[in-house]
């Protein structure tokens, strides 16, 4: 992620040695017309793999 704020975990769900996680980025949202979207990514660790993916959560997405 990047940006200077922190990011916002919105949930985790884990266990002994596994996760997985979304964060969504600090800060404003991103403005494309009259839409407004926050950069946001998955994160999944584990023993053996890790790994993030980036997604664009809309402010109609947090509100469900």
Wanted: aromatic letters at 6%; charged letters at 30%.
């Amino acid at each position: 992620m990047t940006d200077h704020a922190q990011p916002l975990e919105l949930f985790r769900f884990d266990d002994e040695g596994q996760s997985v996680s979304v964060r969504m980025e600090g800060g404003p949202p991103s403005v494309i017309g009259d839409d407004r979207y926050h950069g946001a990514e998955i994160v999944v660790e584990s023993g053996f793999v890790s790994g993030r993916v980036r997604l664009v959560l809309s402010l109609e997405d947090l509100d469900e």
